[in-house]
Nanobody, 127 residues
Framework: QVQLVESGGGSVQAGGSLRLSCAAS????????KAWFRQAPGKEREFVQG????????STVDSVKGRFTISRDNAKDTMYLQMNSLKPEDTAVYYC????????????????????WGQGTQVTVSS
């Protein structure tokens, strides 16, 4: 079964840090663009950060710039999200996703552009 599996979520106080991981199983996603999305209760799924298949290009939503860092290790077929200086508004279910490159250079930012999704991991930040 092809799947992406997130881990590393949890509860922290504001100002704390968490590191999320997204591991692939069932097939390789090394040639896919990957991204982290999040969804808070009652809100639409939001793009957080994306990374090209090579890891050389990234895209970041303004609200997490300077606080979150996306990375990937293709040898392990795993993607990471290092989240520092967490705020209560970062509370959400975080999802990893993968999309074929399609030959383009832009990292997709819309959920419909991604073919594979993880089950999500909860991140809760208390004030």
């Amino acid at each position: 079964q092809v799947q992406l599996v997130e881990s590393g979520g949890g509860s922290v106080q504001a100002g704390g840090s968490l590191r999320l991981s997204c591991a692939a199983s069932g097939r390789t996603f090394n040639t896919y663009n990957k991204a982290w999305f999040r969804q808070a209760p009652g809100k639409e799924r939001e793009f957080v950060q994306g990374i090209s298949w090579s890891g050389l290009r990234t895209s970041t939503v303004d609200s997490v710039k300077g606080r979150f860092t996306i990375s990937r290790d293709n040898a392990k077929d795993t993607m990471y999200l290092q989240m520092n200086s967490l705020k209560p508004e970062d509370t959400a279910v975080y999802y990893c996703a993968a999309a074929p490159t399609g030959g383009g250079i832009n990292i997709p930012t819309r959920p419909y552009q991604y073919n594979y999704w993880g089950q999500g991991t909860q991140v809760t930040v208390s004030s």
